[in-house]
């Protein structure tokens, strides 16, 4: 049971992360503002679509793949990605201060990054 919890919490993650890049890829407007950025013109909407859309779906993608076949040499790209993620939240955090509305972000990767990390010691390999 102890490594049943994590594969199914990758794999809903993994799902939850692959919807949020459908949603960014069809209509990237309502999921920017959430995240406090502006898609300003074509270049504004290429971008949101290119990098945060690629970012949760590779993320998205990684650990799907992983709870699935369980193997932690997946889980290793969504740990890498939102442990980078992380740092350059920490690294604002620390060059202009924290805003109040920056700190959900942190814990939220925080968690992440140490869920991904379970995943990676508890996967098996293939």
Request: aromatic share 6%.
């Amino acid at each position: 049971m102890l490594r049943l919890l994590p594969r199914l919490l990758i794999g809903a993650l993994g799902s939850f992360a692959i919807f949020g890049a459908l949603r960014i890829w069809i209509d990237p407007t309502l999921p920017a503002v959430t995240l406090g950025l502006s898609p300003i013109g074509g270049l504004g909407l290429a971008s949101l679509r290119a990098d945060v859309g690629g970012f949760f779906g590779g993320m998205g993608a990684f650990a799907l793949a992983a709870a699935i076949r369980d193997d932690r040499r997946l889980v290793t790209v969504p740990l890498v990605l939102v442990s980078l993620a992380l740092t350059g939240r920490l690294i604002t955090a620390g060059l202009e201060g924290l805003a109040p509305d920056m700190v959900l972000p942190i814990v939220v990767e925080s968690v992440l990054a140490t869920l991904f990390a379970v995943g990676r010691r508890t996967f098996g390999t293939r």
